[in-house]
């Protein structure tokens, strides 16, 4: 049997998931594509930035942006392990990424499927196209792992 | 006839929104206080510093979390000239800061009593004291002239 491959940025992004482990942050990965290149990556690192907006995808979006010297990221994808919280599912609004892959949901800090559902609201200014599922068990594993060694 | 002051904090969150409207950015002010002390104070800086997050709350929460070397700001006030987004809301429970205190409302991005209404999500982790009103009129009448003069 041969297992589909995962797409190369979450491949990336899950890769940024394991490393943020490694870093005793939470296992979360994410990675900004522009016209099928890897722009920024980046993994959650509130503890070690003393920063608690530092989560994987704000952080590949200010370094997307800086990269990309603008404020907008119009036409690049944002590809992240897990379904982004409302802090992040804003920022994604605001830098206006065009279509969002996250791997696993979050019943409990989600805010695209769940809780805030921040692209559904009315007053929501930009709503990027949203795919979830690709890695979902990897990422969801990973999670699992990180805080089962840490009970 | 004497007007009774602003509390100290919020006269500076409004100075700082002055202060992004010099700058060209929308005039947006925030400041971080702890045992009555501002430990941070930012303004609204998207366009200067090429990022979308760079709104005057989370520069204000990352600065004030640099400043204490620690990755939550429990104990400390937030005071801010506008009703904060679902990014900012978001990052205001990250941090867990203690109160929020805002001047005017925003129908129109605002995520506390508008739109996704970040603190009352029964997934949201941390919810902050929100006490909203003081300086309103200033704060609008600094966006307002903002607008007025770029139409």
């Known amino acids: 049997m041969t297992r589909w491959p995962l797409p190369e940025p979450m491949r990336m992004a899950l890769d940024e998931a394991a490393r943020a482990a490694g870093e005793g942050e ?3 990965g994410a990675v ?9 990556a980046a993994h959650n690192q509130p503890r070690s930035l003393c920063d608690p907006t530092a989560h994987a995808e704000v952080l590949a979006i200010r370094a ?10 119009e036409g690049c994808d944002l590809w992240v392990s897990l379904e982004p919280c409302a802090m992040c599912a804003g920022a994604i609004s605001h830098a206006r990424i065009a279509r969002v892959y ?29 795919y979830s599922g690709m890695g979902e068990a990897e990422a969801a594993e990973l999670l699992r792992e990180f805080f089962r ?3």
């Open 102 to 130: 996250y791997a696993a949901s979050d019943p409990k800090g989600g805010a695209v499927e769940h809780g805030a559902r921040v692209f559904e609201q009315p007053t929501c200014l930009h709503r990027p196209e949203v």
């Open 149 to 151: 060694e840490r009970r």
């Open 32 to 40: 900004v594509v522009k016209q099928g290149k890897v722009i920024a």
């Open 26 to 28: 939470v296992p979360i």
């Open 64 to 73: 997307a942006a800086a990269a990309l010297g603008q404020e907008r990221l």
